[in-house]
T-cell receptor, first 111, second 113 residues
């Protein structure tokens, strides 16, 4: 069955530290891959997406993600986290139909 | 701002009641999706419409129904509400039936008391 796994439920980092959020997918073929962010009480904002081509994709707010076919992964990274990055991050994938989400990773940022 | 508009933003209603959530997709988007976000179930796909026709169905209860109108706005109808239906309901849209990028609205918070 198609699935998206985010193994880290909660991550805490210090402001200015680097960040990597993990995402693995299970699909018959390489799906389209996305990262969304949800701030408290807010909707889902698209950070970045991967369809094909360059496996390192750049997104908004200084985020990037790397697609690794061999590992079925699409990890999100940011070199220096800001306090405003505290939010919940969702990895998602779609084949030809619906978008399937991971369970999310809650990011907490300490000053 | 994603361009997807949902109303109402917040709604409190009693068990057994019926509510309607409304969604206006981004200009030109033909596909509309509904998702439910709850603490125990996470983000669950409910249903997709494309240009007025139902295209895909997910974990949508029989008490729930949706439709997409000729002007492409969509409504999600929730009836015989139960406490467990309390959740954040998202509408999203994309620009083709298999639209690669799906943009989400800010959601409608439903509280059933």
């Amino acid at each position: 069955a198609q699935s998206v796994t985010q193994p880290d439920i909660h991550i805490t980092v210090s402001e200015g530290a680097s960040l990597e959020l993990r995402c693995n997918y299970s699909y018959g073929a390489t799906p389209y891959l996305f990262w969304y962010v949800q701030s408290p009480g807010q909707g889902l904002q698209l950070l970045l997406k991967y369809f094909s081509g360059d496996t390192l994709v750049q997104g908004i707010k200084g985020f990037e993600a790397e697609f690794k076919r061999s590992q079925s992964s699409f990890n999100l990274r940011k070199p220096s986290v800001h306090w405003s990055d505290a939010a919940e991050y969702f990895c998602a994938a779609r084949g030809t139909d619906k978008l399937i989400f991971g369970t999310g990773t809650r990011l907490q940022v300490f000053p | 701002d994603s361009g997807v508009t949902q109303t109402p933003k917040h709604l409190i209603t009693a068990t057994g009641q019926r509510v309607t959530l409304r969604c206006s997709p981004r200009s030109g988007d033909l596909s509309v999706y509904w998702y439910q976000q709850s603490l125990d179930q996470g983000l669950q796909f409910l249903i997709q419409y494309y240009n007025g026709e139902e295209r895909a169905k997910g974990n949508i209860l029989e008490r729930f129904s949706a439709q997409q109108f000729p002007d492409l706005h969509s409504e999600l109808n929730l009836s015989s509400l139960e406490l467990g239906d309390s959740a954040l309901y998202f509408c999203a849209s994309s620009d083709s039936s298999s639209g690669n990028t799906i943009y989400f609205g800010e959601g409608s918070w439903l509280t059933v008391v």
